[in-house]
């Protein structure tokens, strides 16, 4: 089934400076081919000046309409806070995940613009390194990708920070300034003010190497899918259950990188990487009936297959 072509195009702002030069340049695009642009604001009620923000983009959005820029604005606020053990990054990013894709839904676009640059791929890159990210996670940021009905595109990524400094200053845009973006409790704030500058001074044009290293890992976690799903096919019965005699004429990389495929797909509680390490030097030597723990169930081996149980 074909999706109907949308009129609208949706970009997420916060008000800050990327999101308000690609809202502007977006809205002007939009004017010059008659689409209209929805500016998605997220109100996380983390900060006081929230409320500054929120006023500041509703007054900036009119002018721009009545400048006959076709533009309005959408905000929702999120209800709640982040449970005990959760951290405010980690709810904060749920919370306008699942913010912009309603509001981009009820503003009838199907193309949701975020405005993630060069800087941004290369930290990204670097906290997933750090992280010992898998080539998935050290991917980063995608350019474009297919999620809830949407395309989330990033038409940034290659962009430097310069140019869009740039672009702000040329069109005279007004943005807010995010007090937190300053507060180095937050990893990805300590990497962008303390890391990142003495990197770049001692290494120039290192940031554009990481964004292109990126896109190198998303090329080669795209092969490691297409690789993972052939394998799957011979490996995996009808019943969804793991045939140890296939999977043991595989290569040791091609071995533990199938168990990882299956498991995770197979298992959407979350499986432990120690667990994937610790079956593959198990499983050779083990007999019918042995079992390994995961959360909420076990890993059997029966009857020449490996397979899953809850409790």
């Known amino acids: 089934m074909t999706r109907a072509v949308s009129r609208v195009v949706a970009v997420a702002t916060s008000g800050g400076r990327d999101s308000t030069a690609l809202l502007h340049v977006t809205a002007r695009m939009a004017a010059a081919q008659g689409l209209q642009v929805a500016a998605l604001h997220v109100h996380h009620g983390l900060v006081s000046q929230a409320d500054d923000w929120v006023r500041h983009l509703r007054r ?29 990054e ?9 913010a912009l894709t309603q509001m981009a839904h009820m503003a009838g676009a199907s193309l949701l613009l975020l405005a993630h640059h060069e800087a941004d791929q290369a930290e990204t890159f670097l906290l997933q390194a750090l992280r010992i990210g898998s080539p998935a996670g050290l991917s980063a940021m995608p350019a474009v990708v297919e999620r809830a009905g949407l395309t989330w595109a990033r038409p940034w990524l290659n962009v430097q920070r310069a140019a869009i400094n740039a672009y702000v200053q ?32 001692a290494f120039p044009g290192a940031l554009r190497q990481l964004a292109a290293a990126a896109q190198r890992q ?50 959407p509680a979350g499986i432990p990487e120690s667990l994937v390490h610790r ?33």
Not at 90 to 98: K, L, V
Not at 235 to 240: A, N, Q
Request: with cysteine; charged share 25%.
């Open 170 to 201: 040329r069109h005279r845009l007004a943005f807010v300034d995010d007090s937190s973006n300053a507060e180095t409790r937050f990893a990805r704030n300590r990497l962008r003010l303390q890391v990142l500058p003495m990197l770049e001074d």
């Open 90 to 98: 980690a709810w904060a990013r749920r919370g306008r995940y699942d």
């Open 218 to 267: 998303q090329e080669a976690a795209a092969c490691l899918r297409e690789l993972a799903e052939t394998d799957l096919r011979v490996c995996v019965d009808t019943d969804g259950h793991l045939k140890l005699a296939a999977w043991q004429l595989l290569s040791a990389p091609r071995r533990q990188h199938l168990l990882r495929s299956w498991l995770q797909a197979a298992w």
């Open 60 to 88: 900036q959005t009119q002018r721009w309409a009545r400048a006959g820029l076709p533009v309005s604005l959408h905000v929702t606020r999120l209800e709640g806070q982040p449970a005990p053990g959760d951290s405010v």
């Open 279 to 311: 079956l593959c030097d198990e499983l050779p030597a083990s007999r019918s009936g042995a079992r390994w723990p995961l959360p909420g169930g076990w890993v059997i081996r029966q009857r020449g297959v490996l397979c899953l149980r809850q409790g």
